[in-house]
């Protein structure tokens, strides 16, 4: 799994290991995020929620990886954003218990919080694929288009200075508990993710080939 405040790469490296690895990886925040675009209940009950930064309640994201590892957990997974409180990670424990699937890594993105407000306040992603860049990055500011998919890239609507303000107190006192919680299971690993992706990704590979 893949923790860490808002900007500090969860998303990127989750795509980066899907591809290197090929394991599945499931995001609540961008299952919601389609949810609402497609206009479904789940999109509109939750929608006001992620729009001002406020973390969902946690029954809802909890059916939505039950669902999930029913599903696809057998292959092994990622999880990206999840689990984000403490009542999260209980019925985690308790999810992967049924499905006999053991939790090998849990990886604590750290970084300051400078970096966090210049990544989500330039931050461009995918509007079709869900690739994440800046708006500063060689070749995306005149034509921002995903160089995966064609399409189009754009800014998140929570991406705003004062969203960003609830995402990081959400964060700070739902989230930041985690890191004692796992920290005690002995699966914690912190890795510095102020350093550009591939740097982060060179040590969680490492860590994913070598979890002992
Ligand atoms: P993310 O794409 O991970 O930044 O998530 C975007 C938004 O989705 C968050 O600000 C929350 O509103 C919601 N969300 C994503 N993951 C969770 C979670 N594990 N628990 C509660 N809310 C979540």
Redesign the pocket.
């Known amino acids: 799994m893949l923790l860490g405040a808002?900007g500090s790469g969860k998303?990127t490296q989750a795509e980066m290991i899907t591809r290197h690895f090929g394991i599945p990886v499931t995001?609540?925040?961008?299952i919601?995020r389609r949810e609402v675009e497609l206009g479904t209940l789940l999109g509109i009950e939750t929608a006001e929620?992620?729009k001002h930064?406020?973390?969902?309640p946690d029954k809802i994201?909890i059916d939505l990886i039950e669902d999930w590892v029913r599903l696809h957990g057998a292959a092994g997974f990622v999880f990206d954003?999840?689990?984000?409180?403490i009542p999260?990670a209980e019925a985690l424990q308790g999810i992967l218990q049924r499905h006999r699937t053991p939790l090998d890594l849990a990886l604590w993105l750290d970084v300051s919080a400078d970096t966090i407000k210049d990544r989500i306040l330039h931050r461009l992603q995918c509007q079709s694929c869900g690739f994440t860049t800046s708006e500063g990055a060689a070749g995306f500011s005149e034509r921002a288009i995903c160089p995966y998919c064609d399409g189009h890239l754009i800014r998140r609507t929570?991406d705003d200075a004062s969203v960003l303000e609830t995402?990081l107190s959400e964060f700070n006192s739902k989230t930041q508990p985690l890191a004692d919680f796992y920290g005690k299971m002995s699966t914690l690993r912190k890795i510095d993710g102020n350093r550009d992706r591939d740097a982060v990704f060179a040590d969680i590979s490492r860590l994913i080939e070598q979890p002992a």
């Not at 930064?53 to 969902?56: A, I, N, P, T, Y």
């Open positions: 808002p998303g995001s609540p925040g961008a919601l929620k992620t930064g406020e973390l969902v994201i954003g999840f689990p984000r409180t999260q929570d995402r």
